[in-house]
Every structure is written in C-alpha cells, then in structure tokens.
C-alpha cells in the first residue's frame, strides 16, 4: 500500500470513527498533497508525498513556535497535535549517531573541504536521510563540519 493509499484509508477510518481532530488533520494534508499534484500536473509518488509530509509538520513547528512566543498555549497545542498525526507517515527516525556517521560518510566520499562544496554533500545525503531526520539540523552539522 502506498503512502497516498495509505492516508486515505486513514481518513476513512477517521469518518468511521467520528474523530473529527483527526479527520481534519489528515484532510490538510490530503489537500496540500492534491493542491501539488493539480499544481505541477503530475501524480505524487511516496517521495513526492513525504517531501510534503515534512513539509507541512515544519510549517507547523514553525506555527507552534510563534503561537508560543505569542502567548497563545492553546493554538500552539493544536498545532502540536496535527503534528503528532502527521509523523505517523513519516519512516522511522534515525538517531543522532547515524546521522553524524552518515554525514562523515558523505563528507569523506564527496571530497569536500569547504562551505562552497556543501552542495555535494546534501545531494549524497537528501536521498538517504529524506524523512528520516530533520534536514535543517543536518544542514547544521554539515556547516559546522566544513567550517571548522
């Protein structure tokens, strides 16, 4: 079953059961996934669908942080538990260890010494860490890596 199937079910299953936090949930998501494929008239793959997934829990995050900072505890923690349904698509995460071991790997095959070659390194990298961790800390630590 794919990943698109895989949300549609889970909304079927949430009208079943009336959850109507959930259905609304899934149905933002199901939307932006439709919104791209009319969009770019193409049909999403798993990779096109998750690169939406963690698009969609990031501009949640970052929703959740403002609604904090705003003093509004109550829209944050919605926020928080739209997020909480939507990592439910995401593979299984990988602990820092893999991660920093992956980026030495990357950094070593690549062959860059420098910030200008970072690009390199997140094009060995995106394909294998893509929903698996978050690509903004990777970023981080790749830049840390080449600038010291």
């Given at each position: 079953?794919?990943?698109?199937?895989?949300?549609?079910?889970?909304?079927?299953?949430?009208?079943r059961a009336k959850d109507k936090?959930?259905?609304?949930?899934?149905?933002?998501?199901?939307?932006?996934?439709?919104?791209?494929?009319?969009?770019?008239?193409?049909?999403?793959?798993?990779?096109?669908?998750?690169?939406?997934?963690?698009?969609?829990?990031?501009?949640?995050?970052?929703?959740?942080?403002?609604?904090?900072?705003?003093?509004r505890p109550e829209l944050a923690?919605?926020?928080?538990?739209?997020?909480?349904?939507?990592?439910?698509?995401?593979?299984?995460?990988?602990?820092?260890?893999?991660?920093?071991?992956?980026?030495?790997?990357?950094?070593?095959?690549?062959?860059?010494?420098?910030?200008?070659?970072?690009?390199?390194?997140?094009?060995?990298?995106?394909?294998?860490?893509q929903g698996k961790t978050d690509?903004?800390?990777?970023?981080?630590?790749?830049?840390?890596?080449?600038?010291?």
């Amino acid at each position: 079953m794919g990943l698109k199937d895989k949300i549609t079910a889970d909304m079927k299953d949430a009208m079943r059961a009336k959850d109507k936090v959930r259905l609304t949930t899934i149905r933002m998501l199901q939307a932006a996934i439709q919104r791209r494929e009319v969009d770019d008239r193409v049909s999403l793959d798993d990779n096109g669908v998750l690169a939406i997934v963690e698009k969609i829990i990031k501009q949640s995050r970052d929703a959740a942080e403002q609604f904090t900072t705003g003093n509004r505890p109550e829209l944050a923690e919605k926020e928080m538990a739209d997020i909480a349904v939507w990592q439910q698509y995401l593979p299984e995460q990988l602990d820092a260890a893999e991660v920093d071991a992956m980026i030495a790997n990357a950094i070593s095959e690549s062959g860059a010494q420098s910030m200008k070659e970072m690009g390199k390194v997140m094009g060995l990298l995106k394909p294998k860490l893509q929903g698996k961790t978050d690509m903004g800390a990777v970023s981080a630590k790749i830049k840390s890596k080449l600038s010291g």
